[in-house]
Structures are given as structure tokens and as C-alpha cells.
């Protein structure tokens, strides 16, 4: 029973024009929430984070908007790059006792930016 | 900063035999993690550290895996015998404490992996 969940395997995007991932999420303990990239043959690379306490967290053309109430985050690139092609792995936690949890990643998008 | 190590970046080897993993966790990070990669299971964690210490290893999948953190610097997984469906790719990683006081949370920062083939 997947607890994050990334729907949509790939997605293609034309340069300069907005790429949005979405991610879904099951458990409402989960307080923390990261954006991870991978290219392949490399580790996943960390991107953004969010805390639940906040909606909004943007870093640069990378903008994570999180919405409690519907258990959803997005992860939003403007304006998209060729460079930005990689698999994205949204990943979330909770805290456990006074210290931080296990992350538990979705399967990722793998996001193709076209010149 | 030198980031998290892993050797081998490639292992091939037949199965019965042992397989040894290695990690240099980035210097100063308190956690330690191992990950195994899989087209159908995704990014699973298998077992993870806190100043040495085996914290859980719920996801470690049978008695044939273990991992020992013997210092700061440095952590083995180890597979033996090794069975072909454990190819896969072993991921590291490492983060700095989370501070449950602020419940600040601290990303977790990974190594290039060890792509694993057990034929």
C-alpha cells in the first residue's frame, strides 16, 4: 500500500513552459515533504523541501506548493530547461517519537523538457 | 565537500557468493541510510543508522542481508548467499539530525549507488 504516490510515470514539457508534478500522499502524520531529482547513473540529488506549517516554499525557478487538506504537493519549474530532464521523487516523513521518521518516496515522474 | 561514497559502483557476480557494499557517509551526519532500487518497488528503505547504531531494519528483506556501521566514516551492506533477485540498485545515504525541538528536518543526502547484477 503505496503511503506516496506519483501518478503520472513521465511527463514531456516544451522549454521555457511551466512543468508541474504532482504527488499524492496517504498518511496525515507526514509533516515534511522533499523533492528529490535523479539522473541516471547518479543518486537522487535533494531539490526543495516543505514543512507542513507552510503552503509555499520556492527556491529559484523550483516552487513546491503543499495543500493539507486534499493530502497533495506539486512541485512546479519555471521556466523548464533541457538540463531539467531526470526522474522527480517526491518523498515525505513524520516525526516519530521526538525524532524524525523514515522518508517514504513515491516511484517518480520522469520529466522530458524539449528544446 | 566530498559527498557520500559508495563503492563498487558495479558489482557482477554469481549467485551463492557474498556481496559487500560499502558507504563513507558525508563527514559530521549523524544518520545513515541504505536503499535498494527497484523497477517494481521504487526507492525502499532497508536499514538505517544513528551514530553507529542500527535504529531499524524493518525493510531489510531476509536473515541473507546485514549491515554493520563499525565507525562514523564508514558502513557495509553485506548479502550472503546472494540470490539473482536481489539485482538491484543499493543506494547510501546520510543527513545531520532532524531537531525535535523545532522539528527541523534535515534532507538526506545520497551516493551514486552500487548497481548490483547476480546472474
Known amino acids: 500500500d503505496q503511503q506516496v504516490k506519483q501518478n503520472s510515470p513521465s511527463l514531456s514539457v516544451q522549454e521555457g513552459r511551466i512543468s508541474i508534478l504532482n504527488c499524492d500522499y496517504t498518511?496525515?502524520?507526514?509533516?515534511?515533504f522533499l523533492w528529490y531529482k535523479k539522473y541516471p547513473a547518479e543518486g537522487p540529488t535533494f531539490l526543495i523541501s516543505i514543512s507542513s506549517i507552510k503552503d509555499k516554499n520556492e527556491d529559484g525557478r523550483f516552487t513546491v506548493f503543499l495543500n493539507k487538506s486534499a493530502k497533495h504537493l506539486s512541485l512546479h519549474i519555471v521556466p523548464s530547461q533541457p538540463g531539467d530532464s531526470a526522474v522527480y521523487f517526491c518523498?515525505?516523513?513524520?516525526?516519530?517519537?521526538?525524532?524524525?521518521?523514515?522518508?517514504?518516496f513515491g516511484k517518480g515522474t520522469k520529466l522530458s523538457v524539449k528544446p | 565537500d566530498a559527498g557520500v561514497i559508495q563503492s563498487p559502483r558495479h558489482e557482477v557476480t554469481e549467485m551463492g557468493q557474498e556481496v559487500t557494499l560499502r558507504c563513507k557517509p558525508i563527514s559530521g551526519h549523524d544518520y545513515l541510510f541504505w536503499y535498494r532500487q527497484t523497477m517494481m518497488r521504487g526507492l525502499e528503505l532497508l536499514i538505517y543508522?544513528?551514530?553507529?547504531?542500527?535504529?531499524?531494519d524493518s525493510g531489510m528483506p531476509e536473515d541473507r542481508f546485514s549491515a554493520k556501521m563499525p565507525n562514523a566514516s564508514f558502513s557495509t551492506l553485506k548479502i550472503q548467499p546472494s540470490e539473482p533477485r536481489d539485482s538491484a540498485v543499493y543506494f547510501c545515504?546520510?543527513?545531520?539530525?532532524?531537531?525535535?525541538?523545532?522539528?527541523?528536518?534535515?534532507?538526506?543526502?545520497f551516493g551514486d549507488g552500487t548497481r548490483l547484477s547476480i546472474l
Open positions: 543508522f544513528n551514530n553507529n547504531v542500527p535504529i531499524d
Open positions: 498518511n496525515s502524520m507526514f509533516d515534511y
Open positions: 518523498a515525505a516523513s513524520a516525526w516519530y517519537g521526538g525524532s524524525q521518521g523514515n522518508l517514504i
Open positions: 545515504a546520510s543527513s545531520l539530525e532532524g531537531r525535535a525541538g523545532t522539528r527541523l528536518n534535515q534532507p538526506q543526502h
